[in-house]
């Protein structure tokens, strides 16, 4: 309900130069001061810096603050680090409004007049916004213990080991039949020559051996119900319906895959036996055999880098580890078959990382290093009857200048990589989202990598993007660790924001409960009302934008709230 | 003449308005007479919000959800779908251009989709002109 009772603070972060530098944060905070019902209005260099906080903090004891508008970066980033702030000065958290002038205003306006224009009318919105903001009640809901873990490569072997170790349940579901992953088809790894037979096969048998880990292998996921402490599924085994798991958490860790290599054209990958892909070298490696089609020992091997990568007509971005891993070919070669011949064709090379600048300084070893422009591939054709040599590349080389052409008998073609071809269906089952090439989107790309939009389901290892081995286990032992975390506490806060119905002027109609997506709501015959369930109830507001009475109100988005929200940024937007 | 329509944004929290956000982390650029309000799930805009925004005096109203079959809420985004094709009967009645109302699906990834939807609709409705639906109703009041 409004009030007539309202003192307001409004603070309005420069962010650095951030916000400031495309918007005149000073004379907002004069101007919005002027406005009624604020009692203060500041700008300040960081509002989420701790002096920051206690700046609100100490406004709202010395101003008898009842409510606070931030404006400042998006509230996706920082509103709970203000509803924490102002909850510890006794206000409700929910009584806290943000105006989002960095993310939507100054990174993305060049205009300096027109961006301090409208952060001016995000900020009287907010204002108008925050008058009908009401405190809401913490909710909480208990955390099952029981932890799924999508995936049984490296990272989900780590993640699942983690938390059982830690002595909780976890059901780990593979879609092969074996765990193990892309790693288990890697002979040594880089830089430094360590078995990846070795650290794979370690974690399976600890995994077989765990009694904390249930192994569900020819299975897969299709659909989960439930939410954050209470998801459910039933397990897919060989496409056909298993057992049933209930789980508190979701780790996904589903991993990634080659690109075909038969779509570079002009890599003739489909049409010469001899081109191969970095994986089935991998393959020789491990069977020990280097050799051809016909089972020579080639004399000349080619290895091509960023095949399907860095390249705007198959993927833009980096791979990240094939660079490394070319030179780790290299070294092989070089120890198994010392005559042979090595040309690298590559673009530029990558090899940051811990020991990976001293493995590329060592690599040096009677190799050829050939640089192609990313946007002008090499060609690769079949050599010429009595050529010392079955294929021929043809590459205009960028340090040189010059067109040449190279002798090979085996081509080794280093593979972008890209998400599961089934990662859509993994995403639509837990309710998480992709970003492109169906690689896994994080709840924010630095200050959350291992958590996703969805409370309760995290990402680990490559599923994410192109990582190293490393780097994956990182991420599976922080996925772990943030499972963990809510185990731990046993219960997990969830939002506030459920639909109520006034019983007043519910007509009855029952139209709500036919859209609510969780069946969350119920009909009470006797009153002739709808009741809602508010452990069901996730906040949608369907219902709010539904009901033709207004019986039902969607908490923190209310009529009233986003009505005076939406009056504040007209109003402005033609009188300032 | 030249006209900046005033347009008000409607996105979702998990799909649209993160792509949103995600166009200002790239650091893209965008017309700067767009104002956005951030609600949960495409289902909750209200019919009564998109006709507020037009009388308080915007020239169009533009609504985000995530891509059929991506809703945080599993459908909202098709209710949301079937009230814009309600509104845009309603619309012609009223005789307000089409134009003004455009409903675009936003996955949290796409901020240059936003970027380019936004300045796309900008110069449409600027084209068309200042909506006379405020004028109308500040007169017959």
């Known amino acids: 309900m409004k009030t007539n009772d309202h003192r307001i603070g409004v603070y309005i972060c420069w962010c650095g130069t951030n916000i400031s530098g495309m918007v005149d944060v000073e004379a907002l905070s004069q101007s919005i001061g002027q406005l009624p019902d604020v009692a203060v209005s500041r700008d300040y260099k960081y509002a989420c810096s701790d002096p920051g906080q206690q700046l609100i903090i100490d406004d709202i004891h010395e101003y008898r603050l009842t409510n606070v508008v931030v404006a400042s970066c998006s509230p996706r980033i920082h509103e709970i680090t203000f509803r924490r702030a102002i909850e510890n000065a006794g206000l409700n958290p929910y009584m806290l409004e943000m105006a989002n002038i960095r993310e939507q205003v100054s990174w993305v306006h060049s205009d300096r007049d027109e961006a301090t224009r409208k952060a001016g009318a995000l900020i009287k919105a907010a204002i108008n916004r925050v008058r009908y903001h009401e405190p809401l009640e913490k909710r909480y809901v208990d955390i099952n213990p029981t932890t799924l873990v999508i995936g049984a490569g490296i990272s989900g072997m780590t993640a699942a080991l983690e938390i059982a170790d830690a002595g909780k349940k976890v059901y780990l579901v593979e879609k092969a039949d074996k765990p193990g992953g892309l790693v288990a088809q890697l002979d040594l790894t880089y830089p430094h020559f360590d078995s990846a037979q070795e650290l794979v096969l370690s974690k399976i048998k600890r995994v077989n051996d765990h009694p904390n880990i249930d192994l569900f292998l020819n299975s897969t996921i299709t659909e989960i119900s439930g939410f954050i402490g209470n998801f459910s599924t039933h397990l897919r085994l060989d496409g056909q319906e298993g057992q049933e798991l209930k789980f508190g958490n979701i780790i996904v860790a589903t991993g990634l895959r080659p690109i075909d290599a038969g779509i570079i054209e002009n890599y003739n990958y489909r049409n010469i036996p001899d081109v191969i892909t970095s994986l089935e070298f991998e393959k020789m490696l491990l069977e020990g055999n280097i050799s051809t089609e016909e089972g020579k020992t080639p004399k000349h091997v080619a290895i091509i880098h960023c095949a399907g990568s860095r390249n705007s007509r198959y993927h833009e971005y980096c791979s990240r580890t094939c660079c490394m891993v070319a030179l780790k070919f290299i070294h092989q070669i070089r120890s198994i078959l010392p005559q042979t011949n090595i040309y690298d064709l590559y673009t530029d090379m990558r090899s940051f990382g811990k020991g990976c600048e001293a493995l590329y300084t060592r690599t040096n070893n009677n190799t050829m290093f050939l640089m192609f422009d990313k946007d002008d591939l090499p060609q690769i054709k079949t050599a010429n009857p009595g050529d010392d040599c079955s294929i021929l590349i043809e590459m205009n080389e960028k340090l040189s200048g010059r067109s040449v052409e190279i002798p090979a008998d085996m081509v080794i073609l280093m593979v972008g990589m890209e998400g599961q071809t089934d990662a859509k269906d993994i995403a639509r089952a837990v309710g998480i989202s992709l970003c492109g090439s169906n690689f896994f989107i994080e709840k924010h790309p630095k200050l959350d990598p291992v958590a996703t939009t969805t409370d309760g389901v995290f990402i680990a290892g490559a599923c994410q993007g192109p990582k190293d081995i490393p780097d994956s286990i990182a991420q599976a032992s922080a996925a772990a660790a943030r499972v963990l975390s809510t185990i731990s506490a046993g219960k997990v806060q969830v939002e506030s924001i459920t639909a109520s119905v006034n019983e007043d002027i519910c007509c009855g109609c029952q139209t709500c409960i036919s859209v609510c997506p969780y069946s969350a709501i119920s009909f009470d015959e006797e009153k002739s009302v709808s009741v809602v369930n508010e452990l069901i109830c996730k906040g949608c507001g369907t219902c709010g934008s539904t009901c033709p009475t207004g019986a039902i109100r969607s908490r923190h988005y209310t009529d009233e709230q986003i009505l005076s929200q939406i009056s504040g940024l007209i109003e402005t937007a033609n009188t300032m | ?141």
């Open chain 2, 1 to 141: 003449m030249d006209f900046k329509p005033t347009i008000v944004a409607f996105l979702c929290n998990w799909c649209a308005y993160t792509g949103a956000d995600l166009a200002g982390t790239s650091r893209m650029k965008y017309t700067a007479n767009v104002r956005i309000v951030r609600i949960m799930c495409s289902g909750r805009i209200d019919p009564t919000f998109i006709m507020k925004a037009l009388r308080q005096g915007a020239d169009g109203v533009l609504l985000c959800g995530c891509h059929p079959g991506d809703c945080h809420y599993h459908e909202g985004n098709y209710k949301c779908l079937r009230r814009y094709h309600l509104l845009q009967r309603y619309f012609r009645q009223m005789g307000i251009e089409k134009e003004r109302l455009r409903l675009e699906w936003v996955s949290a990834s796409e901020g240059s989709l936003f970027v380019d939807i936004v300045n796309e609709m900008s110069d449409v409705i600027a084209q068309l002109g200042p909506s006379k639906l405020k004028q109308e109703i500040e007169t017959t009041v």
